[in-house]
């Protein structure tokens, strides 16, 4: 197991949350921050494992 770092970013850019967790593969962090993503209170998340980062998602749709 590697420790994961789930980043959700707000509508200006900034971490509005973060959280920890353990996961087997990248693939099982990220199904996690897709899950935990509500992007009516952001756009986006990052999953970062120590210094690496695994993925970056932003929704920009309906931007002005």
Known sequence: ???Y??????HH???RDADE???DTDEEAV???EDFHVPA???GYDVWQQQ???RRHRERAGRA
């Open 1 to 3: 197991m590697a420790l």
């Open 5 to 10: 770092t789930i980043n959700l970013i707000s």
């Open 13 to 15: 850019g900034t971490v």
């Open 21 to 23: 967790l353990d996961c």
């Open 31 to 33: 199904a996690f921050a």
């Open 41 to 43: 209170f952001g756009e």
């Open 52 to 54: 690496r980062l695994v």
